[in-house]
């Protein structure tokens, strides 16, 4: 009943696509090709091939895997090493002291002002775009995590000192689990950047991946082939989203628990 | 306290010393590859930059182009988040929406542009638009959506329409989410630049800037260029965040990120 009514509140989808279909159609606008087409156009080059591939053709392959593949090593790495740091900035006052001014002006660098170093640095090819990546997306974690793990409840340390913890139980079962709300929120921060890494990546210097495959179709005047880029990076920005909002959820369910007990 | 803020400086200026003296030792030992240049020398080339007429054009011409497209955002995106957040018909059947083309990455649209405005300035400053509208846009119906109800319904019993209490009441009450919009925003305005530019370097910037240093084979002016688009992100950053809590430090429970 619930999910039928907010179903209904989707109306709005079916008739845009719609209305894009009938005005591109009776525009004839060159670059703006009916929804019909693009989907078309995105079967055949990405998923129209044997079922034994789950559907996926060459070109899937060629572009899509190396593309998905940069994509969480680079945000698995930067997330690794974000957390790592920013709970051992958090916990300690002078080391954070210490690098402090260096994390906020690295934050402020834009990202993409490095890609162009990065590829002499490392050249065509994957360590450079994971470069890009890892860059683009460590500082919302780093900083989130440090600040999760600095405010710590003092309670909670002093409740784990009662108990004897050591320093390694004390990290995972007290520090740790506070912080993980605020290292949640970098994290889901992380996601979306780590999309826009990996195409400014991959349009600026790459030979395979989806964001070459986008500027080579706009070589060739191929808009259709354009656009399935397009739609196929949006329909991979919600996918993530809703994936980690699951994890999320699943994760931190017990926090939203303690936090209504109380 | 104030030993205790000299002694927070002095770590932090001995941290970034440390790190320009760790990066200029690798250098010279080789342990960073030969093509980039000693961080002295980069030092040195940032020091210089802003004494040529060609770098301040370009740096220009990235923050002309942010600047009026996060104006055109926010002209855009606030009204529109004004309308959808007083009409509720309107904000439940344009979300869903809203939620499909969010999540589409900016930059996955720049061959687009490209196409559709052959200036690449005009290139840019769309993106841009489009890049920051979200944020705004989100941000306006979040504060919209923590609008009192009893302030609404007081002027709605003094005979106010509907237009004079979205104007006297929600929209001053959803200011404070709108700047932290605009927050967000700005941030993410000079990534978006700087790919346009390091794409399409005919309009100028400071990604054109990069590509011209780096068919030069100038890795010192291309290193250079980050480092000042630092200080420049420091500074909006600092400026945007002081003027919100000057302007907004009636607003007590200040929310984080809420997009």
């Known amino acids: ?149 600095r405010h710590v ?8 000192v009662v108990y004897r913890l050591g320093p390694w139980q004390r990290l995972t079962r007290v520090i740790l689990p506070a912080a993980s709300p605020k290292i949640f929120a970098g994290l889901r921060l992380s996601v979306s950047l780590a999309l826009i890494m990996m195409v400014i990546s991959e349009l600026v210097g790459s030979s395979e991946g989806i964001g070459h495959r986008m500027l080579e179709a706009q070589s060739q005047f191929d808009i259709p082939a354009m656009w399935a880029g397009i739609v196929l990076l949006g329909l991979l920005g919600i996918a993530l989203n809703a994936a980690f909002l699951g994890v999320e959820r699943l994760v931190l369910s017990w926090h939203r628990g303690a936090r209504t007990g109380v | 306290m104030i030993d205790r803020r000299i002694a927070r400086a002095a770590l932090g200026a001995a941290g970034v010393a440390g ?39 370009d740096v220009l011409a990235t923050l002309e182009a942010c600047v009026s497209g996060l104006a055109i955002a926010i002209a855009v995106a606030v009204p529109a988040g004004l309308l959808l957040g007083t009409v509720s018909f309107l904000e439940r059947s344009v979300r869903p929406l809203v939620e499909f083309l969010r999540p589409i ?19 840019k400053v769309a993106l841009i638009v489009y890049t920051c509208s979200w944020p705004l846009l989100i941000n306006t119906l979040y504060g919209l959506s923590d609008v009192d109800p009893l302030a609404k319904d007081t002027l709605r019993s003094f005979g106010f329409g509907p237009l004079a209490v979205a104007l ?66 420091l500074a909006a950053n600092l400026l945007f965040a002081t003027a919100e809590r000057r302007l907004f430090r009636w607003h007590g429970a200040r929310t984080g990120e809420p997009a």
């Open chain 1, 153 to 160: 409840d003092r309670q909670y340390i002093e409740t784990g």
């Open chain 2, 19 to 57: 790190f320009l003296a760790v990066a200029e030792v690798a250098g010279r030992l080789g342990i960073v590859p030969d093509v980039l240049p000693y961080a002295s020398r980069v030092l040195v080339t940032a020091a210089e930059l802003p004494l040529e007429t060609r770098f301040r054009a």
């Open chain 2, 168 to 233: 006297r009441v929600s929209l001053p009450s959803a200011a404070p989410f709108i700047a932290t919009g605009v927050r967000i925003a700005v941030s993410v305005t000079l990534i978006v630049a700087v790919s346009v530019e390091l794409l399409a370097p005919g309009g100028g910037g400071i990604g054109a800037f990069q590509s011209l240093a780096g068919s030069a084979n100038r890795t010192d002016r291309m290193l250079a260029a980050p480092l000042w688009a630092g200080v420049i992100g």
């Open chain 1, 1 to 149: 009943m619930t999910a039928a009514r907010r179903l209904v509140w989707y109306w709005l989808l079916p008739v845009a696509v719609l209305a894009w279909e009938l005005a591109t159609r009776s525009a004839q606008a060159a670059y703006f090709p009916p929804p019909s087409r693009i989907v078309t156009r995105l079967h055949e080059m990405w998923f129209s091939g044997p079922p034994s591939r789950v559907f996926l053709t060459d070109e899937a392959v060629a572009d899509l895997l190396p593309s998905l593949a940069r994509l969480f090593a680079g945000w698995a790495m930067a997330c690794a090493a974000g957390v790592l740091a920013g709970v051992a900035l958090g916990r300690s006052r002078r080391l954070s002291a210490l690098v402090e001014p260096l994390v906020h002006f690295g934050r402020s660098v834009p990202p993409s002002t490095l890609v162009p170093v990065f590829l002499v640095l490392f050249k065509i090819g994957t360590p450079m775009e994971l470069a890009s990546i890892v860059y683009g997306v460590i500082w919302p974690v780093l900083i989130n995590s440090m600040d999760g793990a």
């Open chain 2, 105 to 123: 990455p900016s930059v996955a649209l720049i061959p687009l542009a490209m196409f559709l405005f052959p200036v690449s300035h005009d290139a």
